[in-house]
C-alpha cells in the first residue's frame, strides 16, 4: 500500500503464461475468523471459479471469486439505534482476488487517460454480501461502524496472540 505503482507485481498476479496461483491460507483463515464473527455457517467446501470479463485494470482477463459455493453463508449484523436492535443479514462471505487501480486523476493529462496499478492485482480479500436490509444512509453508516468494528477486533486479537507466542 502506498508504493510507487506497478512495483508491487509478480507473474502470477499478472496472470502471464505458466503462472498458477497457489491458495493463501492466511485469507482462508482469516475469511473464516470474519465468517464466525458475522455469525454465518462456515462450510466444509468452497469452490474457487474463474469469473471471465474485460476490464482495464484486470490484466489477466479473469478474477478468481467464488460465488455458488463460498466460504460462508447465512450470517448476521446487529446493532443499536435510537433504542431499536436492527439486523442485517449476512448473504455470504466469500474470498476473492483483488484486480488492480484505476487511477483517474492527478496527472497532466488526466482528462484524456487513465492510468493502472497492478501492485494489488492478486491479492486476497474477502467479499461480505447482505441481503438489502439497509433502507437509508444513516443505517448503512451505523451498519458500517459494526462491521468494522467486528472486522478490527478479529484483527487485535490475533496481533495479541502472535505477540505472546512470539
Same mark, same amino acid.
Given at each position: 500500500?502506498?508504493?510507487?505503482?506497478?512495483?508491487?507485481?509478480?507473474?502470477?498476479?499478472?496472470?502471464?503464461?505458466?503462472?498458477?496461483?497457489?491458495?493463501?491460507?492466511?485469507?482462508?483463515?482469516?475469511?473464516?475468523?470474519?465468517?464466525?464473527?458475522?455469525?454465518?455457517?462456515?462450510?466444509?467446501?468452497?469452490?474457487?471459479?474463474?469469473?471471465?470479463?474485460?476490464?482495464?485494470?484486470?490484466?489477466?482477463?479473469?478474477?478468481?471469486?467464488?460465488? =455458488?459455493?463460498?466460504?460462508?453463508? @447465512?450470517?448476521? *449484523?446487529?446493532?443499536? /439505534?435510537?433504542?431499536?436492535?436492527? &439486523?442485517? #443479514?449476512? %448473504?455470504?462471505?466469500?474470498?476473492?482476488?483483488?484486480?488492480?487501480?484505476?487511477?483517474?486523476?492527478?496527472?497532466?493529462?488526466?482528462?484524456?487517460?487513465?492510468?493502472?496499478?497492478?501492485?494489488?492485482?492478486?491479492?486476497?480479500?474477502? =467479499?461480505?454480501?447482505?441481503?438489502? @436490509?439497509?433502507? *437509508?444512509?444513516?443505517? /448503512?453508516?451505523?451498519?458500517?461502524? &459494526?462491521? #468494522?468494528? %467486528?472486522?478490527?477486533?478479529?484483527?487485535?486479537?490475533?496481533?495479541?496472540?502472535?505477540?505472546?507466542?512470539?
Amino acid at each position: 500500500f502506498g508504493a510507487p505503482a506497478n512495483s508491487h507485481v509478480c507473474p502470477v498476479c499478472l496472470g502471464l503464461p505458466g503462472a498458477l496461483p497457489v491458495l493463501n491460507g492466511r485469507a482462508v483463515e482469516y475469511g473464516v475468523r470474519a465468517a464466525l464473527a458475522l455469525e454465518c455457517t462456515v462450510h466444509e467446501t468452497s469452490i474457487f471459479a474463474r469469473k471471465n470479463y474485460f476490464y482495464p485494470d484486470l490484466p489477466k482477463g479473469y478474477q478468481i471469486s467464488q460465488y =455458488e459455493e463460498p466460504l460462508a453463508t @447465512d450470517g448476521l *449484523v446487529e446493532y443499536t /439505534a435510537d433504542g431499536t436492535t436492527h &439486523r442485517v #443479514r449476512i %448473504t455470504r462471505v466469500h474470498l476473492e482476488e483483488d484486480a488492480g487501480k484505476s487511477i483517474h486523476d492527478g496527472f497532466s493529462d488526466s482528462d484524456r487517460n487513465t492510468y493502472l496499478d497492478f501492485n494489488r492485482s492478486g491479492v486476497p480479500l474477502i =467479499e461480505i454480501v447482505t441481503e438489502p @436490509d439497509l433502507r *437509508v444512509p444513516a443505517a /448503512a453508516a451505523l451498519f458500517f461502524q &459494526r462491521l #468494522r468494528s %467486528t472486522l478490527m477486533a478479529i484483527g487485535v486479537n490475533d496481533a495479541r496472540s502472535r505477540r505472546r507466542r512470539g
